[in-house]
């Protein structure tokens, strides 16, 4: 499907000139109008603050601050004019420590270097059609982080054990449960 982006306004920040005139390059051949770069994690925050992006690109590493300093001054600041804006991780490095890290900080989705035209498409499209809600838990502000549903769970309380008395015996106890269940599991295959 395609999208008229030229009303967006997107926000890239990237402290290597080549990659940041890349992807200024690649996101105004999608349609994007209103692209801004910044250099640094500084200026990205002060044009963000500015300007009111619709999407934000960062790269991780930078110096003196990276990335995820950017992520947490956006879901976390004061002055940060939207906290729940998509934010797209550009790294080099996709090891799953980092990559939940990201998700952690508060990460909307990851991009890895090297990545294609279709690769950052890809991202930006699943942004637009796949908007994830946001969850505020205290200790957590972002996307929700769960992105598959886990139907085999015993309980009411997904995040603890708030019922102690609804374990897996009580769920083998009621046959109803477990057609339940499966027809849970079927209808989501079919959606």
Known sequence: MTYDLSQARILIVEDMQPML??????LSLFGFANVYGAKSVEEGFRLF?????DIVVTDWLMEPFDGLDLIRMIRH???SPNRFVPILLMTGYSDQPRVEA?????VT??????????????????IIEK???????GEFFGPDRRRRKNFAFYGRDRRGSADKNFNEATFRENPDMEDILHN????????
């Open 49 to 53: 603050c500015q300007h009111n992006h």
């Open 131 to 137: 908007p994830r809600q946001f969850v505020d838990t």
């Open 21 to 26: 005139t890349l992807t200024t390059s690649m």
């Open 184 to 191: 849970l599991q079927e209808d989501a295959k079919k959606v």
């Open 77 to 79: 600041d004061d002055a």
């Open 102 to 106: 990201a998700r952690d900080m508060g």
């Open 109 to 126: 989705e990851f991009l890895v270097k090297p990545y294609s035209a279709r690769d950052m498409y890809a991202r930006i499209v699943q």
